[in-house]
């Protein structure tokens, strides 16, 4: 099986890639040879590769600056998105890729379902949902993974915001009324392997039976506020020394930033469990595994 994953510089692609080889032939093209800048490349570049499957975590994510450059954020998270399952369906090619509760305006306090009304706040969010309707569209087998507040012991995101933060200041505030799921790469990427038949032959009776959209986050709910204080106290316990001496808990309103947040992130795991058998760790659990690997390297 010829497996292509894009996006192996990032958290979930960088996390997958390990998992994968060994079980597959592994194509993870660098950026600059597979460009999602550039959709009218894509078909070319696909039939050159000729995979069995796509998994697709690449994706312009950069919420604030999105903002300001729609056109760019909506080339890599719609237009490519829409070449690649235009190619895949062509072909009868499976494609796994990866949306956002930021699809969603975060009202309310129940869960989000795959089937829940979408109406994005950000350019960000738009892009991803314009996204997520053009596989739909595009008639190719897929899955579409929905995630959210994506973490890793490596790369840029929120828990090395707060090591950093944590060893320079002695206050850190943080947003306590945005509620959601701290989810690992790693968590990300052993339910999306879990997914996966071993065999090429497998891949289509597979996808067909699970074709749609499904919730792929870690068990249970937080706040910023609580995810950065558990961060600290889990690397304190683990001997790590910080100069923070106080986190407190302020509103969204009180830390302006250029695209808004839902303020509820939370998505419904209910299809993840029933239809793909899949028990996502707790947030706690998994923020721990990575803590333990976090802290091998500071």
Not at 111 to 134: H, I, M
Request: aromatic content about 6%; proline content about 6%; some cysteine.
């Amino acid at each position: 099986m010829k497996i292509l994953l894009t996006g192996t510089a990032g958290q979930v692609g960088g996390a997958l890639l390990p998992l994968l080889q060994g079980r597959a032939d592994i194509v993870a093209p660098e950026l600059e040879e597979f460009d999602l800048s550039r959709p009218d490349e894509l078909a070319g570049k696909l039939d050159s590769i000729k995979p069995d499957l796509i998994i697709n975590p690449a994706a312009y994510t950069a919420v604030d600056r999105a903002e300001d450059e729609r056109e760019l954020a909506f080339r890599i998270n719609a237009e490519s998105p829409r070449a690649i399952a235009q190619w895949a369906a062509r072909r009868g090619v499976p494609l796994v890729h990866f949306s956002t509760d930021y699809v969603f305006d975060g009202s309310g306090e129940s869960p989000w379902r795959e089937d829940s009304t979408p109406a994005p706040l950000s350019v960000y969010g738009q892009s991803k949902l314009a996204g997520d309707k053009a596989i739909a569209e595009a008639g190719a087998l897929h899955v579409i993974a929905r995630t959210s507040w994506v973490y890793a012991a490596t790369g840029a995101n929120f828990l090395k915001t707060i090591v950093r933060l944590a060893g320079e200041r002695e206050q850190l505030r943080i947003v306590a009324d945005q509620i959601g799921a701290p989810t690992t790469a790693n968590a990300i990427s052993q339910a999306v392997v879990a997914m996966l038949p071993r065999s090429a032959d497998d891949l289509r009776k597979t996808f067909e039976q699970r074709s749609g959209v499904v919730n792929l986050v870690c068990a249970g709910e937080t706040s910023w506020h609580g995810f950065a204080t558990a961060i600290v106290a889990g690397l304190q316990s683990r001997g790590a020394k910080f100069a923070v001496k106080e986190i407190v808990p302020i509103r969204s309103d009180e830390f302006p930033v250029k695209a808004k947040r839902p303020s509820n992130s939370r998505l419904d795991l209910t299809r993840l469990r029933e239809r793909f058998g899949i028990t996502p760790p707790s947030w706690q659990q998994a923020l721990d595994r990575e803590l333990d690997a976090l802290k091998a390297t500071i």
